[in-house]
């Protein structure tokens, strides 16, 4: 399974960045996916959760992003649209997915991340 994300740059205060995150698998097969979500990470801080979707399409939010933030999904595909962006949400953003294997047991897997800086 292979977590490919993007997105990322520089953006002033108040711009807008969507990061997308493409989940797939070797040759034929088809990860089966049972929820995904987008932390970020500081230098030097713990990786935080940012959003996440769960089977059944309900979000979560972080309460800082909350109004700003909304994660989506289509077919094997994660995006975060990124609204009102402030310095404070600067940060590598990791997409994530838990995968169920064939025996039931869920599997995390990470994509490589992606910068986001919000500057002036």
């Known amino acids: 399974v292979q977590l490919q994300a993007s997105g990322g740059g520089l953006v002033h205060p108040g711009g807008s960045l969507t990061l997308s995150c493409a989940v797939s698998?070797?040759?034929?097969?088809?990860?089966?996916?049972?929820?995904l979500g987008w932390y970020r990470q500081i230098p030097g801080n713990q990786r935080e959760l940012v959003a996440s979707m769960a089977p059944g399409g309900r979000a979560y939010y972080e309460d800082s992003v909350k109004g700003r933030f909304t994660i989506s999904k289509s077919n094997s595909e994660v995006f975060l649209r990124m609204n009102g962006l402030k310095p404070e949400d600067t940060a590598v953003y990791y997409c994530?997915?838990?995968?169920?294997?064939?025996?039931?047991?869920?599997?995390?897997?990470w994509g490589q991340g992606t910068q986001v800086t919000v500057s002036s």
């Open positions: 698998g070797s040759g034929q097969f088809i990860p089966n996916i049972n929820s």
């Open positions: 994530h997915a838990d995968i169920r294997g064939p025996t039931g047991v869920l599997y995390d897997y």
